[in-house]
């Protein structure tokens, strides 16, 4: 009997990294993987003295599909969260809408929300979402997840009055809530425990302000097909997108932690750690990042327009505010919840 799971675990992981043969993504992969020295400290290639549009260029292929069948932590900690708002297209359909997502306990996953309450027509108390979390890597063009799982709103900070957001118009002049980068955070529970899983992130709560130096960091998140990408809809769609040796500054953290890490449409409530702590996140892709969302390889606090610099949130401002409305808990409580 455990020779035969062992076959089958080895032919369904043979089967989940297929995608990786493509031609295309290998080309992606192994274009990035040149460019590695060079994102470390103390490399000499200079890139961040280039011309800025070269940067971008540069720093954009550092964003690449990463097999995830190589890392549970990964391919079960990361997810994409898909939310029925109940509004209407010009169709008459309900849209759905989606973004990142990161499994922090066994039962509770984090993401942006300004996913669900981005929005006006959608009312700040309102906690009742149809949604589901889907995660794990499948390579077939026709179902880009291996699991489904519906999933309930726990925890919000949707408080106008305590600045966790403002009202101001969007890229295309609609008028939309403006989350602060560190408030831009919701705590979703999935709802049934065949759907509970031991792989998951620590989230680091230091203020940010704290950290004394810039640190690299690796990204991740599942963005929108768009012609950065490299790759045809169908297949970029399959994959978790994930950039190594990013660089996060100590500076301005008030406008969210400044990064260099590429963060298009879809990136919301993708994830950043170091490579020393891989299981634990330093921080997730915030509201205020641009639809192109392509950074510059130098981040300087004072020219984040120019240089395209995106943001993370922290969680420090979530760690404080989950305890005062739960008697003083700590987010690592939160796994005590599952059982």
Request: charged share 30%; net charge neutral; with cysteine.
């Amino acid at each position: 009997m455990k020779t035969l799971t062992l076959i089958l675990t080895l032919i369904l992981a043979q089967q989940a990294s297929a995608c990786f043969d493509d031609v295309e993504v290998k080309a992606l992969i192994e274009a990035s993987q040149k460019l590695d020295e060079c994102f470390k400290d103390g490399n000499d290639c200079n890139y961040e003295n280039r011309d800025l549009e070269k940067q971008r260029v540069i720093n954009s292929r550092r964003l690449i599909p990463v097999d995830r069948s190589k890392s549970p932590l990964l391919n079960i900690g990361t997810g994409k969260i898909e939310a029925d708002l109940q509004i209407k297209d010009d169709k008459g359909n309900n849209q759905k809408y989606s973004a990142t997502a990161e499994r922090i306990s066994r039962c509770h996953i984090i993401t942006s929300a300004h996913l669900l309450y981005q929005g006006v027509d959608v009312s700040t108390e309102r906690v009742n979402f149809d949604m589901k979390f889907k995660s794990g890597q499948t390579c077939d063009m026709n179902k880009h997840f291996e699991k489904s799982a519906p999933a309930t709103l726990v925890f919000k900070m949707t408080d106008e009055r305590r600045g966790d957001f403002k009202f101001g118009k969007d890229e295309n002049g609609k008028v939309v809530r403006i989350f602060n980068p560190h408030n831009d955070l919701v705590i979703i529970k999935l709802n049934n425990k065949a759907d509970y899983a031991n792989k998951f992130f620590k989230l680091n709560t230091m203020n940010p302000a704290d950290r004394t130096s810039k640190l690299r960091v690796n990204c991740w998140g599942y963005p929108g097909h768009n012609e950065y990408l490299k790759l045809s809809k169908e297949k970029s769609d399959m994959f978790l997108w994930h950039q190594t040796g990013a660089l996060i500054s100590n500076e301005n953290t008030e406008r969210g932690i400044l990064t260099n890490a590429q963060a298009y449409n879809g990136m919301s409530g993708g994830g950043c750690s170091t490579s020393e702590k891989s299981d634990e996140l330093v921080g997730l892709y915030s509201d205020g990042n641009r639809t192109r969302a392509q950074s510059t390889i130098s981040i300087d606090a004072n020219r984040t327009a120019e240089q395209g610099t995106n943001k993370l949130s922290g969680f420090h401002r979530l760690a404080e505010r989950f305890a005062e409305a739960n008697g003083g808990r700590s987010l690592e409580s939160l796994d005590a919840d599952c059982n």
